[in-house]
Each structure stands twice: as structure tokens, then as C-alpha cells.
């Protein structure tokens, strides 16, 4: 068995493996990474017309945004995914597409490669944490990772060999259900390799720490008088941030851009995929929330004197124009607050404004992590689990950050554990 690392490994962005065991060639993810003109798997163009199979773990660009490439590329069978994910494809294609555009960039592929990406959906072939054969030599099983809606993990069988690839994963989600790896038929006992989340690679901070300095940092706000704005992206996090600022703090008004309905609609309609209770506290939820839906109410909402409240608004990043006024309303008061719960590519209007000097911020920006990810606990409970897996890659983080988590779990005695970076490939 053989692994190349197209990206992914080593760094945040454009997630791609290619897996060969048995005369099988695999490939997991095909993502992009928002830098400069946008960033693309190191792909051998070679390969990809003879691809067995193509594995989509979620929506995200960074995992999904360059699959149609592979079509372009004359890769001609399916995507295997949920259909949650193959849905929510289209609007991170207007994204992405968007994002290249304004950078005065070109895609690699056009519409006619996108309308060529065949889907087939592993939550129709057979339920969460069971096998099924799907081609000769080749068997699947999936489950819910936790990270956001439609996100799964594989465990795959090729030619008698085990591997295991986490996708983005968290069981520390109080919305979305995580079905453990552990729990599938024959567990995670004899991989041949494994593929694992360790985005924030050796931070041992737990989400419970992580909420309490969320809150305690909005009561500092509400108590001066501020208005507190979460920036996040239009589905994902934000949904749960609302929930949980909603039960934590009953009486401040929550008010939420019109744009982060739909992604509440969606988990509505996705029984399946959430915690058990989730759907009570969401439709509870739905019924208070101040929508906003134009300039004026923004205005209104962020003059001075206005009762303290949160605010969320779309792109975690801050690239979108409703965002950036937001800020420019909120400047003008030091009480105001911007929290920024997530990752921040490098030259988006967000991470510019981290990096600005506090007095030239105008009001309070500060980042505190919301997770979506594993850190070092979570990464050491699920190598924990893995009996005799042969090498455990460590992704989705800086190369020094990976390999200071490995550093971290060698010394408490784990081996067979790699920190590779795009273009490492290895034989097992
Ligand atoms: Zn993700
Ligand atoms: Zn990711």
C-alpha cells in the first residue's frame, strides 16, 4: 500500500490523498486552499483517468472545491459522499468561484466539468457503522463525524487492507450526532494506515474551556454596553453558537442575519444527523431570533445606546461586504466587540484586522476557538482506540504544529505516527 499526500498533510487547506493497494487507486477529498490565486492538490494528472474510486468526506472547499478539476482532468466514475454534502456543493462552487474571480484568478475547471461530477450516496447504500461491498475488493463503511452537517468518516477495506480516514471530526458537537469509528464492525483493529483530524494539532484546550472564555468575554461586553459580533460561516458553527448563547444567556437578544436561516432550516430538516433533543431546542430557538434582514436594522441595531445584544453575520472571514459594515458600525464604540471563533486565511479582512495594533482597531477584536476539530485529547482518544494501526497520519495542520502534537503523544509512549507535508508519499 502506498499513500501520496496531494495536500493536506502538514497544512490547513486543499485536503487530498491518493491511496494505492492491490492494482487500486483511491483517492480521499480533493480541496482547495484559499491563498493567493487559490491553491490546488499537487495532483499527478497521470493518475486521475484511472482512479477506481473518488471518496468525498464533506462540503467544506477545502476538501471538495477542486473534485470537478478531476473530471476536467478525465476522471469519469463517481464521487462517493452523503447526499447532504453532493447539496451543499453548489453554493461553495459560487464561493469559490467568486473568491478566484475577485483575485483575478481563473479555475482550473468550467461548468461542464462540474455538471460531469456523478455523485452516488453512501448514507442510500447502507446505514452509518455497517460494511457493504461497492466494488471488487473494495468495501466502505461510513458514520457521522460530528464537524458539520453531511460530514462523514470512511473506513475502507482494499484487497483485504484497513484504513481509516476521519475527515474533519469532533465528538464534542451539542448539535450534530458523531457516530465513534470504534463502534463500526471490527472497530479500528488492524489498519494499515489511518488518516487523522489534528487541526489544532497539540492544544489541549477542551470545547467546555474553550465556551466558558466565549461567555465570560460576552458578559464583559454586555456589562459595558457593547454589542458583540460572531462572524462565522453562513452554516456550521454559528447555528450551535446560537443555541448555546441562547440557553446560556436567556434574556439578551440574539440577532441573526437572514443568511444563517437557512442553514437552522437545514438541520430542521435533518433530523438524522443531530444530537437527540437538538430538534426541540432548535425550533424553540427559531421563534425568538431577531432576523435581520437590511441596512437600516443594522444601523439601528449598532447605533449607540442600542441594547446590548449578539450579532451573527455570514463569512467567518469577514470577506463579505455585510461584514465589513458591520464593522465599520461598530468601530466608533471600544465597548463593541468582534469574536472570531474560526480559521482565518491568510489576507482576508479578518485575519488583517487581528493583525492590526489595538488602538487602531477602533473596538474590541479578539479570537477565541470554537471547536470543529481535534486537539491533543481528542487526537489521543482516537489513536487510543486503534489497535496496532501501522501509520497514523496527523492532518489538517502547520507542519511545526503537527509535529509538535506527535512530539507530545510519542513521549506518552504512541508510536507509528507521521507529521508529512504535500508531495511526501509513503509505502507501508
Ligand atoms: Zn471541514
Ligand atoms: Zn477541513
Redesign the pocket.
Known amino acids: 500500500m502506498q499513500l501520496h499526500v496531494w495536500g493536506g498533510a502538514g497544512e490547513h487547506g486543499r485536503?487530498c490523498y491518493l491511496v494505492c493497494a492491490g492494482g487500486k487507486r483511491l483517492l480521499l477529498d480533493c480541496g482547495v486552499k484559499r491563498t493567493g490565486l487559490g491553491e490546488y492538490p499537487l495532483v499527478d494528472a497521470s493518475v486521475i483517468p484511472q482512479l477506481d474510486a473518488v471518496f468525498l468526506s464533506h462540503a467544506?472547499e477545502?476538501?471538495s472545491m477542486a473534485i470537478p478539476w478531476l473530471y476536467r482532468l478525465g476522471y469519469r466514475g463517481v464521487v462517493w459522499t452523503t447526499r447532504l454534502t453532493a447539496e451543499k456543493i453548489e453554493a461553495y462552487l459560487a464561493s469559490w468561484g467568486s473568491y478566484v474571480s475577485k483575485q483575478g484568478g481563473a479555475l482550473p475547471y468550467d461548468e461542464r466539468d462540474i455538471s460531469r461530477v456523478d455523485y452516488a450516496y453512501l448514507d442510500e447504500l447502507t446505514p452509518a457503522l455497517e460494511w457493504k461491498e461497492i466494488g471488487d475488493g473494495l468495501s466502505v463503511c461510513w458514520g457521522r463525524s460530528g464537524h458539520m452537517l453531511g460530514s462523514v468518516w470512511l473506513l475502507l477495506e482494499v484487497e483485504g487492507r484497513r484504513l481509516f480516514f476521519s475527515g474533519?471530526y469532533t465528538e464534542e458537537s451539542t448539535l450534530l450526532r458523531t457516530d465513534r469509528p470504534a463502534d463500526a464492525p471490527g472497530g479500528l483493529d488492524g489498519l494499515s494506515l489511518a488518516l487523522v483530524d489534528a487541526?489544532y494539532g497539540p492544544d489541549p484546550e477542551r470545547q467546555a474551556d474553550k465556551l466558558e472564555r466565549l461567555y465570560a468575554a460576552a458578559e464583559r461586553v454586555w456589562a459595558g454596553g457593547g454589542q458583540l459580533l460572531l462572524p462565522v460561516p453562513p452554516s456550521g458553527r454559528g447555528q450551535e453558537l446560537l443555541l448555546l448563547l441562547r440557553q446560556r444567556f436567556p434574556r439578551v437578544p440574539l440577532r441573526v442575519e437572514a443568511e444563517l436561516l437557512r442553514g437552522l432550516e437545514q438541520l430542521r430538516l435533518s433530523p438524522g444527523w443531530l444530537q437527540p433533543g437538538a430538534l426541540g431546542q432548535l425550533a424553540d430557538a427559531m421563534g425568538e431570533l431577531e432576523i435581520v434582514r437590511g441596512e437600516a436594522q443594522r444601523t439601528a441595531i449598532c447605533a449607540p445606546g442600542a441594547e446590548p445584544g449578539v450579532i451573527l453575520t455570514g463569512d467567518g472571514m469577514m470577506q463579505s461586504p455585510v461584514a465589513q459594515r458591520y464593522y465599520a458600525r461598530l468601530r466608533g464604540e471600544a465597548a463593541n466587540s468582534i469574536l472570531i471563533t474560526g480559521h482565518v486565511a491568510r489576507g482576508t479582512f479578518a485575519e488583517r484586522l487581528l493583525a492590526l495594533p489595538e488602538s487602531e482597531r477602533g473596538c474590541v477584536v479578539e479570537r477565541c476557538g470554537f471547536k470543529i476539530h481535534q486537539g491533543l485529547h481528542d487526537v489521543r482518544r482516537m489513536i487510543a482506540s486503534m489497535a496496532s494501526c501501522h501509520a497514523t497520519v496527523l492532518v489538517?495542520a502547520p507542519h511545526a504544529d503537527t509535529l509538535a502534537l506527535r512530539d507530545a503523544l510519542e513521549a506518552e509512549g504512541y508510536s507509528g505516527l507521521l507529521a508529512l507535508q504535500p508531495g511526501d508519499r509513503i509505502e507501508l
Open positions: 485536503s467544506h477545502d476538501h474533519d487541526a489538517h
